[in-house]
């Protein structure tokens, strides 16, 4: 290579690395079974995983309290027993309900974590993944602010795959190919992600990260 080849290349590099956005340099990081960079709200609505079982399925939902809306923070006093039935009258029907999700990613791509990945949360209820019931026991809950029909953000895709990459790196028995739309493990009963949800797009964004 001639000098001015070199200095040429030297120029390159250093101009797309300052294109790069800081956030995206450096990969998130587990410890313990909490993501180090996410709020964290411990939830009691959790316990042990069955003896023997790990991480093998990531399960993606939707939810938005109340529904179709977002923000307020209801979700966060949803999985932790104290929402506010005053506040809209659809809280008065979930309000005796005890469940949880390991993660929440909110519109902007904010994290919130509930739950240890390495326990159990109860976010699948009645739910079965290739012949194996109570998908609860086996499997990783996440939670996209949105609904069934309304499109999920660029942040919300970056985010939840970097989160996946996180989670394959952490957990030998989870991979690629074990991840679920909540309502492929319980048909009957759940419809999200919803249609909104672009798998594709996924796809693409955690390629990059697996592979980045
Ligand atoms: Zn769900």
């Not at 093998?56 to 999985?79: A, C, E, M, T, W």
């Not at 012949?131 to 499997?139: A, E, I, K, L, R």
């Not at 069934?148 to 942040?155: A, F, H, L, N, V």
């Not at 759940?190 to 798998?199: I, L, M, R, V």
């Amino acid at each position: 290579m001639t000098q001015i080849n070199e200095m040429v290349e030297n120029n390159n590099q250093k101009q797309s690395m300052s294109k790069q956005n800081p956030d995206q340099m450096h990969k998130l990081a587990i410890s313990d079974g909490w993501l180090t960079r996410a709020e964290q709200c411990r939830s009691a609505n959790f316990n042990q995983r069955p003896p023997g079982q790990t991480p093998r399925l990531l399960v993606i939902h939707n939810i938005s309290l109340p529904p179709g809306k977002f923000g307020g923070g209801y979700i966060q006093d949803f999985f932790l027993n104290r929402l506010d039935t005053t506040a809209d009258p659809y809280f008065t029907t979930i309000e005796a309900l005890q469940v949880s999700a390991h993660l929440l990613i909110e519109r902007g791509g904010q994290m919130v974590q509930f739950v240890s990945f390495d326990q159990r949360a109860w976010h699948a209820g009645q739910s079965s993944y290739r012949g194996c019931d109570n998908c609860n026991d086996f499997s990783i809950g996440i939670e996209l602010e949105g609904a069934d029909d309304i499109p999920y953000t660029e942040q919300q895709y970056q985010q939840l795959a970097r989160v996946t990459a996180a989670l394959l790196r952490y957990y030998p028995d989870l991979t690629a190919e074990q991840i679920a739309g909540h309502a492929e493990i319980a048909p009957q009963r759940k419809t999200d992600p919803g249609a909104a949800f672009n798998w594709r797009y996924f796809s693409q964004h955690l390629r990059k990260e697996v592979s980045g």
